[in-house]
């Protein structure tokens, strides 16, 4: 399954926020910093130059993130690929889940969005960027193919 197409732009604002902070201050200190103007010039036109990099990675990055972000929920399993450079198969047992988390910012709010954080004994999973509804019926989903495997614990520590 694919995620929620807003999640373009929820990606893109929260980055956009994050660059303007982190960037917007960098070019801040490298042209307060320095008294000689040569130095000056030269830092502003490499801190410009990274921050327009970065401002096209922002804008680009997001939509190969759509593309390339999966999931599938299976009987025993839920397959969660993601990456853009690297690709990355993450085969989490639903035996093994301990809890279930739902996250909602509020920039996901905002979109109706929301992630889930799967917790099993050695990792943290995280599927985000889904609707609000489907990542309701996932958490019951899960929880309805975990009941089984609760009861028979339950019934092996009775005996």
Do not use: W
């Not at 960037?23 to 327009?52: E, P």
């Not at 993601?82 to 996901?108: D, S």
């Amino acid at each position: 399954m694919k995620l929620d197409k807003r999640i373009n732009i929820y990606n893109i604002i929260f980055r956009t926020i994050f660059c303007v902070f982190v960037y917007g201050g960098y070019i801040a200190l490298f042209t307060i910093r320095f008294n000689n103007q040569t130095i000056r010039m030269i830092c502003l036109i490499l801190a410009t130059l990274f921050v327009v990099m970065i401002a096209i990675i922002n804008f680009v990055i997001p939509f190969f993130i759509y593309k390339m972000y999966s999931y599938e929920l299976t009987e025993d399993h839920i397959v969660i690929q993601k990456g853009v450079l690297f690709r990355k198969k993450i085969i989490v047992p639903i035996k093994r889940i301990q809890h279930l988390e739902k996250l909602q910012g509020p920039i996901q709010n905002l979109f109706n969005q929301s992630s889930i954080q799967f917790f099993t004994a050695g990792s943290v999973e995280v599927l985000n960027g889904l609707n609000v509804d489907i990542a309701d019926s996932i958490i019951l989903d899960v929880e309805k193919k975990l009941k089984p495997f609760l009861e028979n614990d339950e019934e092996n520590k009775n005996e």
